[in-house]
């Protein structure tokens, strides 16, 4: 599509936009918000809840994004946040098509910028090495869509359900639902398929000259490392049950499973370290220099940890400031909560 359209809570308006940017499937209580993509406002952000080894001092947090319906996705990029969406409002009617909304960061008005044109859902997105948005679709393909809107393009087609992406500064990767990773580089030759690890694709994340998946197979699940310019592979980790959540940072990986426990591996292998144990339903992983970051989605609080594990706390209560909390994003700033249909700012 050709334009971007500016929607808020008081009507619906198309705008030419000059070109000059992670997840999980939606809200597991069905929520859908029919609203339009509106400003920000005050959170209900409460304090207490959830325990942990040190003492809840809740952060900051406001509601800056409503109106998503059904949000699959959120990436961070410079001012703005990119979300996907499974459906899109468009002109007060409720469509199928997936979308790719921009919203800026400090809160305000969501810019639809594209919409799918096959009514497929947006399953997951990246940032590719031109500076454009990519994202995966409900009907495996992959579209590359400049940052500020603009002319989408198909870069793939044919594949099952993308279900997970990942960029360098050569290739695209991307998961897809029967369980596979495969590679493919910008100028759209045939994907190369990398691995097939489990049944179920997780998390994937690019982090220096290696591509890391957390899966699972069966009732169990581990994280492999590809190592993108030989293409060969090596389990980093066994885990006794499934994962959910991975982050890649200064050679270690932090990862959640379903059985409630945040980890730490060195991306090289060797001892699994236990970062916290007991979480309702941790997801949702993010690490910075400092801390360790997770959604415990049962409880709907926002967690964070020292490295070592030995300080922990819920830093926000989001439940009451959204539905359903499932995926976030991060700058040097703050986290950034997606939920089916809202996004919170939580302070660092």
Aim: negative net charge.
């Amino acid at each position: 599509m050709r334009t971007a359209l500016l929607l808020g809570a008081l009507g619906v308006c198309a705008a030419l936009v000059a070109c000059g940017g992670k997840s999980a499937d939606g809200g597991a209580d069905g929520t859908t918000i029919t609203g339009e993509p509106g400003g920000s406002q005050p959170s209900a952000s409460a304090g207490g809840g959830g325990g942990g080894a040190g003492p809840a001092v809740m952060h900051p947090s406001q509601v800056v994004g409503t109106g998503f319906t059904q949000a699959t996705a959120i990436m961070a990029v410079g001012p703005n946040l990119y979300i996907t969406t499974k459906a899109t409002m468009m002109g007060g009617v409720l469509t199928q098509n997936g979308g790719l909304y921009m919203l800026p960061k400090a809160g305000g008005q969501a810019l639809l910028l594209a919409a799918d044109h096959r009514g497929a859902s947006y399953t997951d997105l990246a940032l590719d090495a031109n500076g454009d948005v990519v994202v995966g679709t409900s009907d495996g393909r992959i579209m590359r869509v400049p940052m500020f809107g603009g002319a989408e393009t198909e870069v793939m087609n044919g594949a099952p359900e993308i279900v997970s992406l990942a960029t360098d500064t050569t290739h695209i990767y991307f998961a897809h639902a029967k369980g596979s990773v495969l590679a493919i580089d910008y100028t759209g030759h045939a994907p190369t398929l990398l691995a097939t690890p489990g049944s179920t694709i997780r998390a994937m994340t690019a982090a220096g000259d290696s591509l890391y998946v957390a899966y699972e197979s069966g009732k169990t699940g581990g994280l492999l490392r590809i190592h993108t310019a030989d293409q060969t592979t090596e389990t980093v980790a066994h885990t006794g049950v499934g994962l959910s959540g991975l982050s890649v940072m200064n050679d270690v990986a932090y990862l959640s499973n379903q059985a409630g426990d945040v980890l730490a591996t060195k991306v090289t292998g060797g001892a699994t370290s236990q970062i916290a144990k007991a979480q309702p339903s941790p997801f949702g992983v993010l690490a910075d220099s400092s801390n360790v970051f997770w959604l415990s989605v049962t409880g709907a609080n926002l967690w964070h940890s020292s490295h070592d594990g030995k300080t922990q706390a819920p830093i926000a209560e989001v439940a009451k400031a959204v539905a359903s909390p499932h995926a976030l994003a991060a700058d040097n700033a703050a986290i950034y909560v997606l939920a089916d249909s809202q996004v919170v700012r939580v302070e660092k």
